[in-house]
């Protein structure tokens, strides 16, 4: 059995060169993410939350340091295994959820299904599970511009997990939300940890959203702290 962590960065560094010097936004962070552990990565604007995110879902690479997903390290995969992998192993949640709006509900859940040459039978039956389970089976044929904002976030969370990825990376899925919609929203991530088992890691400003989680971690200057 394969007990490593779901997900682990080993002292990962990144640096921008910028007008002809040197920026380093992350300097050295190390973390690791259980087998369905929830944790929410919390700091000011500019600490290197999303910075991080990005090289942990594999959107970007780090200058140094090593990632690995349930003890398989990724950091060094060309960018088109990298895009393979990311597609198939890792979900992504974002702040302005990305979707396709000339695309319906369901079209856009089925995506990366068909990004990644599936049937398409099985890939419309794995979005219509999904979208019967966060309550969009209504909205299936609606255009993305038809539906409510909440109802856009569930969206993408199904999009983020319709290819049953082990992880789910979230970078501030309430920070355009009501109040209201925004607790509704984690109350489904939660919901998706217990039910499937996932390991949630959710960048937030929203220190409330946070303490539902499992675990904090902060992260200031590029450093996590205390």
């Not at 779901?6 to 007008?19: G, M, N, T």
């Not at 088109?80 to 192993?89: K, P, T, V, Y």
């Not at 396709?100 to 794995?126: G, Q």
Request: charged share 25%; net charge neutral.
């Amino acid at each position: 059995m394969n007990d490593a962590p779901a997900l682990q960065a080993e002292e990962v560094r990144k640096v921008f060169r910028r007008d002809g010097y040197d920026l380093e936004v992350l300097k050295g962070v190390s973390l690791s993410l259980a087998r369905g552990e929830t944790a929410g990565v919390v700091g000011v604007s500019g600490a290197g939350k999303t910075t991080l995110l990005q090289i942990l879902g594999t959107l970007d690479r780090a200058t140094s340091g090593k990632v690995s997903y349930a003890g398989r390290n990724v950091t060094d995969l060309s960018w088109e295994e990298m895009s393979a992998f990311r597609n198939r192993s890792v979900g992504f949640v974002f702040q302005s959820h990305n979707l396709l709006p000339e695309f319906t509900v369901l079209e856009n859940v089925t995506l990366p299904c068909l990004i990644a040459r599936m049937d398409p039978a099985e890939a419309r039956r794995r979005a219509l599970a999904l979208l019967a389970e966060v309550g969009l089976s209504d909205r299936v044929a609606h255009r993305i511009g038809e539906i409510s904002g909440g109802e856009q976030q569930r969206t993408a969370i199904c999009r983020a997990l319709v290819m049953e990825p082990s992880v789910l990376l979230a970078d501030e899925p309430t920070g355009n939300l009501d109040r209201a919609t925004a607790s509704g929203v984690v109350d489904l991530l939660l919901s998706l940890n217990r039910s499937r088992g996932l390991s949630l890691l959710m960048v937030t400003h929203n220190d409330q959203v946070a303490s539902r989680l499992h675990r904090v971690i902060r992260i200031d200057d590029g450093r996590i702290v205390p």
